[in-house]
């Protein structure tokens, strides 16, 4: 799933959001303001890392057996 970040103008705070298709765009969460604006941004990377740990996990042998 894709996630975005959104941008408040009314307060100007930065938030994200997990978009599934067909969803409205979120209010803030701050000031409750009903357009924020979608922001472009690699924040892929929290899932991307946790990705790559899984796979260092699968490829690593086991040595607890
Ligand atoms: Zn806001």
Redesign the pocket.
């Known amino acids: 799933m894709p996630i975005y970040e959104y941008e408040?103008?009314?307060?100007?705070?930065l938030?994200e959001r997990i978009m599934k298709v067909g969803e409205e765009v979120p209010?803030?969460?701050?000031?409750?303001?009903n357009r924020?604006r979608k922001r472009i941004a690699p924040f892929r990377t929290n899932a991307w890392s946790a990705f790559l740990d899984r796979m260092e996990k699968r490829i690593s042998p086991e040595k607890s057996r």
């Open positions: 408040c103008k009314s307060c100007g705070c938030f209010a803030c969460p701050a000031c409750g303001g924020p």
